[in-house]
């Protein structure tokens, strides 16, 4: 399997090479040639291995499509050690729970941040220590976090040889909890830097550092944000357990509800639908900030500026620049890379937006592609929380719940519709209370995480001097 960019790079890369890159030279996401295809057959297998085998031997089976340069034993062991009871808490490692008539939870918060960022988080880490000491190389990873990704990064990369981790949040706008699991660490391999401003700053620094290509090459920089395909790639994995669990015909369709800000989770979800999971809707889920509902509804793509981004209670989707919709607009023009760079190295770049309405493809979205979408307020979340816990006994995040209030506006008479659950609801104490009026659960590990001391350096909103302060600490050892 080679991998080619959104933007028409004519280099061909395999997966280790992709790996440890991130970006495309050309500023564009890596994709492969071809989505392999899955028949009635695979699927039936798949069920059977799932079912008799477990989750990591699905992995295997689903990551084996495209990754052909790691020797098979070795992919297959770094899976067994990635997808453990010890580490997800249970051997499902994706449960699926039934919420009400028509509508389930798919739980992807048991790893080790409480966050569904683990899933392939934890994969990540292992397989760049593993192409590191096959190379005999070292990785600056450089990413940025809205809450959740820095955490998953952090608890995955830590103490692995080879590798230093930069971190970007926004300054203030995580939760204190968030904020506490990835400031409390105090390895040494890991460097939190909180900028002053909103992801959309954090995630344009990244860009623009991985962008200087003498640098990224002198510095060894890679990432482990969204745009970095294996992670998409590990998130396809649940989404044929979510569908094996709601079925039990291989030809049933189910729907799935995602929280979206990055499109990165439910992009994946695209994937195992252009494989041929029979995945009938993909419910894009947002909050105030929606960029991305208003593409779907519209064909009007149309990001905000940092004034103009909302500081929500579901603040992992606080993004008005959707780093992976550019694989499915990729997609959707017929993989026309030309079109692709017109509109996001040039229409973004001068305007802040483009505009597919009157584009013929526009009309497949929903017909084609399964995508449809929704719009979810502080007041919405509040009332889903309080309503799914008094009904139900169950008690979801802020962002789980604008998920779930998007699916049921999509459900189908007949059509599983799996909400993928975002992260725990501890992780946002304060919302929580404010919806039922106690604290949600915290595990024993965790408690008093927020008083431990942090190890953050504040630094305002600017490429180079996060470049300096990166080169500083490589040159320190």
Same mark, same amino acid.
């Given at each position: 399997?080679?991998?080619?960019?959104?933007?028409?790079?004519?280099a061909?890369?395999?997966?280790?090479?992709?790996?440890?890159e991130?970006?495309?030279p050309?500023?564009?996401?890596?994709?492969?040639?071809?989505?392999?295809?899955?028949?009635?057959?695979?699927?039936?297998?798949?069920?059977?291995i799932?079912?008799?085998?477990?989750?990591?031997?699905?992995?295997?089976?689903?990551?084996?499509?495209?990754?052909?340069?790691?020797?098979?034993?070795?992919?297959?062991?770094?899976?067994?050690?990635?997808?453990t009871?010890e580490?997800?808490?249970?051997?499902?490692?994706?449960?699926?729970?039934?919420?009400?008539?028509?509508?389930?939870?798919?739980?992807?918060?048991?790893?080790?941040?409480?966050?569904?960022?683990?899933?392939?988080?934890?994969?990540?880490?292992?397989?760049?220590?593993?192409?590191?000491?096959?190379?005999?190389?070292?990785?600056?990873?450089?990413?940025?976090?809205?809450?959740?990704t820095?955490?998953?990064?952090?608890?995955?990369?830590?103490?692995?040889?080879? *590798?230093?981790?930069?971190?970007?949040s926004?300054?203030?706008?995580?939760?204190?909890?968030?904020?506490?699991?990835?400031?409390?660490?105090?390895?040494?391999?890991?460097?939190?830097?909180?900028?002053?401003?909103?992801?959309?700053?954090?995630?344009?620094?990244?860009?623009?550092?991985?962008?200087?290509?003498?640098?990224?090459?002198r510095?060894?920089?890679?990432?482990?944000?969204?745009?970095?395909?294996a992670?998409?790639?590990?998130?396809v994995?649940?989404?044929?357990?979510?569908?094996?669990?709601?079925?039990?015909?291989?030809?049933?369709?189910?729907?799935?509800?995602?929280?979206?800000?990055?499109?990165g989770?439910?992009?994946?979800?695209?994937i195992?639908?252009?494989?041929?999971?029979? *995945?009938?809707?993909?419910?894009?889920?947002?909050?105030?900030?929606?960029?991305l509902?208003?593409?779907?509804?519209?064909?009007?793509?149309?990001?905000?500026?940092?004034?103009?981004?909302?500081?929500?209670?579901s603040?992992?989707?606080?993004?008005?620049?959707?780093?992976?919709?550019?694989?499915?607009?990729?997609?959707?023009?017929?993989?026309?890379?030309?079109?692709?760079?017109?509109l996001?190295?040039?229409?973004?770049?001068?305007?802040g937006?483009?505009?597919?309405?009157?584009?013929?493809?526009?009309?497949?979205?929903?017909?084609?592609?399964?995508?449809?979408?929704?719009?979810?307020?502080?007041?919405?979340?509040?009332?889903t929380?309080?309503?799914?816990?008094?009904?139900?006994?169950?008690?979801?995040?802020?962002?789980?719940?604008d998920?779930?209030?998007?699916?049921?506006?999509?459900?189908?008479p007949?059509?599983?519709?799996?909400?993928?659950?975002?992260?725990?609801?501890i992780?946002f104490?304060?919302?929580i209370?404010?919806?039922?009026?106690?604290?949600?659960?915290?595990?024993?590990?965790?408690?008093?995480?927020?008083?431990?001391?942090?190890?953050?350096?504040v630094?305002?909103?600017?490429?180079?001097?996060?470049?300096?302060?990166?080169?500083?600490?490589?040159?320190?050892?």
């Amino acid at each position: 399997m080679r991998y080619l960019s959104t933007r028409g790079e004519p280099a061909r890369r395999r997966f280790s090479d992709i790996l440890l890159e991130g970006l495309a030279p050309d500023g564009g996401l890596y994709l492969p040639e071809h989505y392999p295809q899955v028949d009635a057959a695979t699927l039936a297998r798949w069920r059977r291995i799932y079912h008799e085998q477990g989750y990591a031997e699905l992995a295997f089976e689903i990551l084996s499509l495209y990754i052909d340069d790691i020797p098979p034993d070795d992919l297959r062991a770094l899976l067994r050690r990635t997808y453990t009871a010890e580490v997800f808490g249970t051997g499902e490692i994706v449960p699926l729970r039934h919420l009400e008539d028509g509508l389930w939870l798919e739980a992807l918060s048991n790893g080790p941040t409480l966050a569904f960022k683990d899933m392939a988080m934890q994969l990540l880490g292992h397989l760049f220590e593993y192409e590191l000491a096959r190379r005999g190389e070292t990785l600056n990873i450089l990413g940025a976090t809205s809450g959740d990704t820095g955490s998953a990064a952090e608890y995955a990369m830590r103490g692995k040889r080879g *590798i230093r981790v930069f971190m970007l949040s926004p300054h203030g706008r995580m939760s204190p909890f968030q904020q506490a699991q990835m400031y409390g660490l105090q390895d040494p391999n890991i460097h939190n830097i909180a900028i002053e401003g909103v992801f959309d700053d954090c995630q344009d620094i990244v860009k623009a550092v991985s962008a200087d290509l003498d640098f990224k090459r002198r510095w060894r920089i890679g990432t482990v944000n969204s745009i970095n395909w294996a992670r998409l790639l590990a998130q396809v994995v649940y989404y044929v357990a979510g569908w094996i669990q709601a079925t039990e015909r291989d030809d049933q369709r189910v729907s799935f509800a995602v929280p979206s800000g990055n499109f990165g989770n439910v992009c994946a979800g695209h994937i195992a639908r252009m494989m041929g999971l029979p *995945i009938e809707r993909l419910v894009v889920a947002t909050n105030e900030n929606d960029v991305l509902d208003e593409f779907f509804r519209t064909g009007v793509y149309r990001v905000r500026g940092s004034a103009d981004t909302y500081e929500t209670s579901s603040p992992s989707m606080d993004i008005s620049k959707a780093s992976n919709f550019e694989r499915f607009v990729f997609d959707l023009l017929g993989r026309d890379a030309a079109a692709t760079r017109r509109l996001f190295a040039e229409a973004l770049a001068r305007h802040g937006r483009f505009d597919l309405s009157q584009h013929p493809a526009f009309a497949q979205v929903r017909q084609r592609y399964g995508f449809v979408s929704g719009r979810s307020t502080h007041a919405n979340r509040i009332e889903t929380i309080r309503a799914t816990w008094q009904r139900h006994g169950v008690l979801i995040d802020p962002h789980t719940a604008d998920g779930v209030k998007v699916a049921r506006q999509h459900l189908q008479p007949g059509v599983p519709m799996i909400v993928l659950e975002t992260a725990l609801p501890i992780k946002f104490a304060a919302t929580i209370v404010e919806a039922i009026g106690q604290e949600p659960p915290r595990p024993a590990h965790l408690q008093g995480i927020e008083q431990l001391p942090k190890r953050v350096l504040v630094m305002p909103a600017d490429a180079q001097r996060v470049k300096d302060h990166i080169a500083a600490m490589c040159q320190g050892g």
